[in-house]
């Protein structure tokens, strides 16, 4: 069965560090994957989705960048992080032609 | 990019009772999703409707999607606090091979005891 990770779980980090989520996939081979932010119980925005090693499509600018080094890794970076990049972030695979499977999240805190 | 509108965006219930969420646009949905989504926790697909005036049950979970195809309720009978959450619906946005969602910003739910 397919299973997604994310980590790390929490993360609190002053204003102007670097950031750096990650998100794997296990039992499954060349997923589309998904970055979203969510504020705090509200809708997901999506930030940028994969649809392959190499390939990132980035749905609105900000701050932040994504990479996916391997088929079933998908991560999140920022190289100087804001008061705004405050969320909780999840991480999704494409199951189905539209059904997404979601890992965990992050809830990151930027003092 | 189409604009989801759900309503209300809070819902505060004692237990038993029943309830209705909805999820609206001005223009026609493709087809629509339903997720849960628990404190802490990534949403879970509910239910997905594709046919105008589609009726899905799932337990006391009663889903209805619009004529129309532009609008869509979520119904619970006699809701438990496990039913606490946040409701989100959601629309594909451009094609399958994408298979990118565009979310409505939710409804939160609280069944107290």
């Known amino acids: 069965s397919q299973t997604i990770h994310q980590w790390p779980a929490t993360l609190v980090q002053p204003v102007g560090s670097p950031l750096s989520l990650e998100c794997t996939v296990e039992?499954?081979?060349?997923?589309?994957l998904y970055w979203y932010r969510q504020a705090a119980g509200r809708g997901l925005q999506l930030l940028f989705y994969?649809?392959?090693?190499?390939?990132i499509s980035s749905e609105v600018p900000q701050n932040l960048s994504a990479s996916r080094p391997q088929d079933r890794q998908f991560i999140l970076s920022s190289k100087k992080l804001l008061l705004s990049d405050s969320g909780f972030y999840l991480c999704?695979?494409?199951?189905?032609?539209?059904?997404?499977?979601f890992g965990p999240g992050t809830r990151l805190t930027v003092l | 990019t189409q604009l989801l509108e759900q309503s209300p965006q809070f819902l505060s219930i004692q237990e038993g009772e029943n309830l209705t969420v909805y999820c609206n646009s001005s223009?026609?949905?493709?087809?629509l999703q339903w997720y849960r989504q628990e404190p802490g926790e990534g949403p879970v697909l509910l239910v997905t409707?594709?046919?105008?005036?589609e009726v899905k049950k799932l337990k006391r979970l009663t889903f209805q999607f619009g004529d129309a195809r532009k609008d869509s309720s979520l119904h619970i009978t006699a809701a438990q606090p496990g039913d606490t959450g946040l409701y989100l619906c959601?629309?594909?946005?451009?094609?399958?091979?994408?298979?990118?969602?565009?979310f409505g910003q939710g409804t939160i739910l609280t069944v107290h005891p």
């Open positions: 999704a695979w494409k199951g189905g032609p539209w059904e997404q499977f």
């Open positions: 039992g499954t081979s060349n997923p589309n």
């Open positions: 994969s649809v392959g090693i190499g390939q």
């Open positions: 223009s026609v949905f493709s087809s």
């Open positions: 409707v594709v046919t105008g005036g």
């Open positions: 959601a629309e594909p946005a451009g094609g399958t091979s994408y298979g990118k969602l565009t």
